[in-house]
């Protein structure tokens, strides 16, 4: 801060631009209805402003490229491996590290290496590629959300955090001897970009070792919880967020981490390990599945954008810049009249699509239609976290038991849109809040069978 009232604007300019495209409405409501209502099939070039997720969409930094073009490429042992590795040893204290080229591959590697089947992996809340994970391995995805959490209006600091209780409680009772990991999502994507507080973190990392199970951080924004904790949590503000990371990852027996966020790159993941027995068992998963251990399915070039991304992304100056712009959007929303989860987190903000369109059931699915109006009155992409992709359906594809909420999700991409884009995406939400009754909603026509919401195909309702 350069006074009380003067925020200081991000730390970088930007010097490298990429066009994008506006549609007429005509061409949108084309567009839509040809990926069969569902956002997941449009093509980018069809989309004003892509808030659809913030994994990989992040723009890289010149010293970011500067690094990759002296990337190693050599198929073992390439100095890139190293860089990475010893910025990512400094960060997290693991002794064993290994490449994975994204979140996904690292769960795959640590869950088929770490649990059997019939166990259970309990978390705070399970991401979806992180539960279809957890079942490939033949073991339950449990979640135990703590019960802040459903009250989306109120300020509670960490809704992200696990039910302490009930974890006991589990771990104490019949199922106990079952459970095979401790996950917790820092912070918590299916749960309105919530923080977990250290001292929940503190309070697991007690509990797995009086029952003697791993505890693991599924650490996709290491920085962005680091951030909410110094901000949020007594006893932490003369820490740095990287100091504060390392602490949360010091609490943990290990971590999977979806590096397309807080590492800054398009893609790229790491797994992080203490225990030697397991790092072998994941080591020869990761040469058979992934490649090599020096490289686990990333270039050189990738390797070393990573280690430089690592150091930028806990900069207190580019995390208070972002954690500005996302409080400020989520104000104009709000002011616009549209509700979303509070307090508001940093990589996204959830709308409360149930309260803003009660004229339509679960079973219309509110948070579908809201986010195909975002597209169709202004080109914007979101993603709808409500009953189409999280209730159940019957055969017929129709809905049976709704989420608990219609929410849809705006995620933000680092250092890539103004304050005119979020101007212009919370404009395009205000009118549709001065006249909500106008939407209607959605049928399914098709839907596969696991992970429905990717490539479900919808028709309007009449
Ligand atoms: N864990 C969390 C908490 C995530 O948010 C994601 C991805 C993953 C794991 C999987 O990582 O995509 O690199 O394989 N989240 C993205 C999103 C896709 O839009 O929230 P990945």
Redesign the pocket.
Same mark, same amino acid.
């Given at each position: 801060m350069l006074s009380h009232d003067i925020p200081l604007p991000p730390p970088y300019r930007i010097r490298v631009v990429e066009p994008i495209p506006f549609l007429s409405p005509r061409e949108r409501r084309e567009a839509i209805a040809a990926a069969g209502y569902n956002p997941f099939n449009l093509r980018a070039d069809q989309i004003t402003v892509d808030l659809?997720?913030?994994? +990989?969409t992040g723009a890289t930094s010149s010293a970011q490229e500067a690094a990759a073009a002296v990337g190693d490429e050599s198929y073992a042992g390439a100095r890139s491996w190293f860089r990475f590795r010893d910025e990512a040893a400094d960060l997290t204290g693991y002794p064993h590290l290994l490449p994975v080229h994204? +979140? &996904?591959?690292g769960?795959r590697v640590l869950f088929s290496s770490l649990l059997r089947p019939g166990q259970i992996c309990v978390s705070n809340t399970h991401?979806d590629? $992180?539960h279809a994970n957890v079942e490939l391995a033949g073991a339950e995805p449990r979640d135990l959300p703590c019960p802040e959490a459903a009250d989306l209006d109120s300020a509670e600091p960490f809704k992200g955090n696990i039910d302490l209780a009930a974890l006991e409680q589990t771990l104490a009772g019949p199922d106990g001897p079952r459970v095979g990991l401790v996950l917790l $999502?820092i912070t918590n994507? +299916?749960l309105g970009a919530q923080p977990v507080s250290m001292a929940n973190l503190t309070a697991v990392q007690a509990i797995c070792r009086r029952f003697g199970v791993p505890f693991f951080l599924?650490a996709? &924004?290491f920085a962005e919880n680091a951030w909410l904790v110094r901000e949020r949590e007594d006893g932490y503000q003369e820490l740095t967020p990287r100091e504060i990371a390392t602490r949360a990852f010091q609490l943990a027996d290990g971590c999977?981490i979806?590096? /397309? /966020?807080d590492g800054l790159t398009a893609i790229g +993941?790491l797994i992080g390990l203490r225990d030697d027995d397991l790092f072998a068992r994941c080591e020869a998963n990761l040469i058979a599945t992934e490649g090599f251990s020096t490289y686990g399915g990333l270039s050189g070039r990738d390797l070393e954008r990573l280690a430089q991304g690592l150091r930028e992304v806990v900069d207190p100056a580019y995390l208070a810049a972002r954690a500005g712009q996302t409080a400020r959007f989520a104000r104009m929303i709000n002011d616009a009249g549209v509700d979303t989860i509070q307090p508001a987190g940093i990589h996204?903000l959830y709308l409360n699509a149930g309260r803003l369109l009660p004229h339509l059931s679960p079973a219309e699915f509110p948070g579908h239609s809201l986010g195909c109006q975002l597209y169709l009155d202004g080109g914007i992409r979101s993603?709808e976290l409500g009953s189409l992709y999280l209730g159940t359906l019957d055969a017929g594809n129709r809905l049976v038991s709704p989420a608990p909420f219609e929410l849809v999700r705006l995620?933000i991409p680092r250092r890539v849109y103004t304050e005119e884009h979020f101007l212009y995406a919370a404009a395009v939400l205000g009118a549709i809040a001065k006249d909500p009754e106008r939407i209607r909603g959605y049928r399914i026509v098709s839907a596969p069978p696991v992970l429905r919401h990717f490539k479900v195909r919808l028709a309007p309702l009449e």
């Open positions: 659809l997720s913030d994994s +990989g994204q +979140g &996904r591959a769960e991401f590629t $992180t $999502t994507n +299916g599924d996709a &924004r999977v979806s590096l /397309k /966020k +993941g996204a993603a995620a």
